[in-house]
């Protein structure tokens, strides 16, 4: 057994079919399907199963593909830090953040920048639970979040808390200071993720605690799509106060609640079992000498 067939092996898996992992692979079928026997025929174990025109792991399949998946990342790891030995900091950072976070970024590149001209970044956008699933995927290296979030896969840095307020438009009837009751009778546009808790069970815990059901009129995963249903009157937003640092406020008014605080909580994370480059390692030293931020396996 060898590399070469742990990536073959584990492109058949991930494609499910002989002809497309083939494609990915640049190689023709047949002795793609010659390395995935000779792999059988070494480990004594059937590996695949054809189902239709499909290919299923078995159980020792099962083992074997997530071994294969760590032996693999342990060597691409392994290889870029070879590299940068010799090379220094250069290369493509591939970062992720919600767009409720992405002040912290602009700046921030800038200033990396010019410190390492030779990295280049490639900037992932989602929510929370869907940079978690790029951070799985190694598509990217770091994401930055709104928590709650399943973190048992991750380590993170805490960025300092972020309160709420309140977006309407320049039109509508609202004072710069509102108690939470004013919502009561207030349509509301809330942000909701494609999937988990997040921002909207946060609010919506809060109105319930201060005695009243809030009349959300409409939900999204879109801090400017939201921005732009508050700008048109179809109602209020409620968005962390540091998302507005990234968005025009064009024919909009913010108002603070002056009789309690809906804070949000957000970090920058990264997989756990993975070594960082050194790029993503020096940009992730940028939040911690800013905030003197505790990182958290």
Known sequence: MDIKQLRYFSTIAEEG???????????????????????????GVLLMERN????????????LYRRAKELLHQLDDTITE??????????????????????????RIR??????????FRLYEGDSFRLAQNLRNREIELAIVRLPLDLHDFSLLMLPADHFVVISSKHWPVSPKMRIQELKHIPLILLHRVSGV??????????????FEPNVVCQGPDAAMLLSLARAGVGVALLP???????????????????????????????KNRRLSKAARQFLQTFEYEYMAPVFE
């Not at 997040?198 to 005695?211: A, F, M, P, Q, W």
């Open 52 to 63: 239709g025109k499909n290919m299923e792991l078995t159980e020792a399949g099962e083992i």
């Open 241 to 271: 106060k540091s998302t507005l640092c990234s968005f025009p406020l064009t024919d909009l008014k913010i108002s603070e609640f002056e009789d309690c605080k809906i804070e949000s909580e957000s970090a920058v994370i990264w997989l």
């Open 17 to 43: 079919q002989i002809t497309r992992a083939a494609k990915k692979l640049h190689m023709a079928q047949p002795p793609l399907s010659y390395q995935l026997k000779s792999l059988e025929d070494e480990l």
């Open 198 to 211: 997040g921002l909207y069970e946060l609010v919506i815990d809060t109105c319930r605690k201060h005695g």
């Open 111 to 120: 200033q990396f920048r010019e410190q390492y001209p030779k990295v280049r």
């Open 82 to 107: 070879v590299k940068e030995v010799g090379q220094g900091i250069k290369g493509i950072l591939s970062i992720g953040s919600v767009k409720t976070c992405f002040a912290y970024i602009p700046e």
